[in-house]
């Protein structure tokens, strides 16, 4: 087998890109805001689901393997393919090169509000060494915290619009990109679904984050019981 020429290797990074952007990083995102969202209906709800995900076994290797790589691979190829690309909005004025703008516009913040997020939730967590049942308490208490400022909650609602945007155009990329739109009309009437879905989890992170703002409950550490 032959090397790859340059057009075959650029295309193949559009492709794995676009593919690592469905599954598993956005994938990840929904499951990540639906989660989050049990906070709306009440603070157990949340709390047990924190419980469960930091109950799994090989939790780190299950992040590292499925989250984390996946998504710095997203990233740099993301960043290689904007510098690969030209943002010619200013000489041609159409709808598709906007939202080839503000996806790559996007893609940047979205890496700055991970590594803040990151910072501020998982990196604490596991220098406290918060582990198992200890790490919704600790983590519940680091979002009320965080909400309680106007900054923080500025933050966060910018990184969930910056998110859902990238996610739900990256859709009907990854279609385009994979054949699956065929037709004006095909693409058009995607583009709609798409937009309607991306609001719908905007509106989801939304909530999550006024109820934090609203009700910062504490909660105590579950304690499991003796067989």
Same mark, same amino acid.
């Given at each position: $087998? ?22 598993? %990083? @956005? ?5 990540? +805001?639906?989660?989050?969202? =049990?906070?709306?209906?009440? %603070?157990?709800?949340?709390? &047990? ?15 590292? #393997?499925?989250?984390? #790589? ?7 190829? !993301? %960043?290689? &393919?904007?510098?690969? @690309? ?11 090169? *906007?939202?080839?703008? +503000? ?10 509000? &991970? ?11 596991? &220098? ?22 106007? !900054?923080?909650?500025? /933050? ?13 155009? @990256? =859709? *009907?990329?990854?279609? $385009?990109? *994979?054949? /699956?739109?065929? !037709? ?11 937009? =309607?879905?991306?609001?719908? =989890? ?6 999550? %984050?006024?109820?934090?703002? $609203? ?13």
């Amino acid at each position: $087998m032959g090397r790859l020429r340059k057009d075959q290797f650029h295309l193949l990074l559009i492709k794995t890109h676009s593919l690592t952007g469905l599954i598993p %990083v @956005g994938a990840f995102l929904v499951f990540h +805001l639906a989660a989050n969202s =049990l906070r709306t209906v009440g %603070v157990w709800q949340y709390k &047990l689901s924190i419980d469960l995900i930091n109950n799994l076994p090989f939790l780190i290797w299950i992040e590292i #393997i499925f989250i984390y #790589i996946p998504i710095l691979f997203h990233s740099l190829v !993301g %960043v290689y &393919l904007s510098f690969q @690309g030209k943002l010619n909005v200013h000489r041609y004025n159409y709808g598709r090169n *906007w939202m080839y703008t +503000l996806q790559r516009l996007s893609g940047g913040v979205i890496f700055a509000f &991970l590594v803040y997020h990151m910072g501020t939730t998982v990196v604490p967590k596991l &220098l406290a060494g918060k582990e198992q049942f200890e790490a919704a308490p600790f983590l519940i208490s680091v979002m009320n915290q965080e909400f309680q400022t106007l !900054g923080g909650r500025v /933050i966060y609602m910018v990184g969930i619009m910056a998110a859902t945007f990238h996610f739900a155009n @990256g =859709l *009907w990329g990854f279609c $385009m990109s *994979w054949g /699956i739109l065929v !037709g004006a009309a095909a693409q058009r009437n995607a583009s709609l679904i798409f937009i =309607l879905f991306g609001l719908v =989890l905007t509106v989801i992170g939304f909530a999550t %984050v006024v109820e934090f703002s $609203m009700n910062p409950i504490e909660v105590q550490a579950t304690v499991p019981e003796s067989f």
